[in-house]
């Protein structure tokens, strides 16, 4: 019966995803320059949903580690920070869910960060890599809140910025 409690939640909340899906590609989070916005929206949302949310920003010292890749152009990091959510279970164990909020830049594609719905696709900047992730990540968390369930295992959430 749970299973059937799920998949009818996850039915009903199609058109709530597309939405929050189109929202988060609306941030345009160039790599390197614009996931702060975008990570403060999530920070939110995952505290609405009773998670306990911090954002850290990377130390510039990270430029000194030797395994530093070296960007095109010199990066900032005073305001782009990580997020970390955390729901608490009775374990010692935790699940690790990360995705990363940052995108490329949209060549030749003016309208990238204004989605288009298309039947059951979200079509946008991020859409598939990995936004899409972001919003799998918020809406399994919110079927846990809606349907009352409760993970086994501590489930920590990481939203990482510069993966590009």
């Known amino acids: 019966m749970q299973n059937k409690s799920i998949q009818k939640f996850f039915e009903n909340k199609k058109s709530e995803a597309a939405e929050f899906l189109s929202d988060l590609i609306r941030f345009p989070s160039l790599s390197g320059t614009g996931e702060a916005e975008i990570q403060d929206f999530l920070a939110d949302k995952f505290k609405a949903l009773g998670l306990s949310v911090k954002t850290e920003l990377l ?19 005073s305001s782009r920070p990580n997020l970390y959510a955390f729901l608490p279970a009775e374990s010692k164990e935790s699940v690790i869910l990360c995705a990363h909020s940052d995108v490329v830049p949209a060549v030749d594609w003016p309208d990238a ?33 809606e349907l009352k369930l409760k993970s086994k295992k501590n489930v920590e959430v990481q939203v990482v910025i510069e993966e590009e």
């Open 59 to 77: 130390p510039e010292k990270i430029k000194e580690h030797p395994a530093y890749t070296r960007a095109d152009q010199e990066l900032d990091y």
């Open 113 to 145: 960060f204004h989605p288009k719905v298309e039947g059951d696709r979200v079509i946008g900047r991020g859409a598939a890599d990995d936004k899409g992730h972001i919003a799998s990540i918020y809406f399994a968390l919110l079927a846990l809140k």
